[in-house]
C-alpha cells in the first residue's frame, strides 16, 4: 500500500481530481481541479490545444475561457451582415 498524503479536502497526491468536459461555441473546453484547488479550462479545437486559462474555482475559470472564445468570434464590422453601413 502507497502513503498518499491525505488533508480534510481528500488526496493530496493525485494531479487531477475532478475533470468535466462540455463544448462552448464549436470549442471542446474541458475542467480540471489540481491539488491546492487550482482550476484550469483547457481549450481544444479539435485535438489541438489553444488555450488553458486558470481560475481560483471553476466558475472563475469557465468565464475566462468564454471570454477567450468570445474575443476570438466576434465579427468585425467590415463582415457584420447586420452592421449598419
Do not use: C
Not at 3 to 26: A, C, D, M, W
Not at 42 to 58: E, P
Not at 66 to 71: G, K, P
Request: a negative charge; charged letters at 25%.
Amino acid at each position: 500500500m502507497t502513503n498518499i498524503p491525505l488533508t480534510p479536502f481528500g488526496i493530496v497526491g493525485l494531479q487531477k481530481i475532478y475533470s468535466h468536459k462540455f463544448e462552448y461555441r464549436l470549442h471542446k473546453v474541458e475542467l480540471a481541479v489540481h491539488k491546492m484547488g487550482e482550476v484550469t479550462a483547457t481549450i481544444y479545437d479539435g485535438d489541438r490545444v489553444v488555450f488553458v486559462a486558470h481560475g481560483h474555482d471553476d466558475d472563475q475559470a469557465i468565464r475566462a475561457a468564454r471570454a477567450w472564445i468570445d474575443e476570438r468570434d466576434e465579427v468585425t464590422s467590415e463582415y457584420d451582415l447586420h452592421h449598419a453601413a
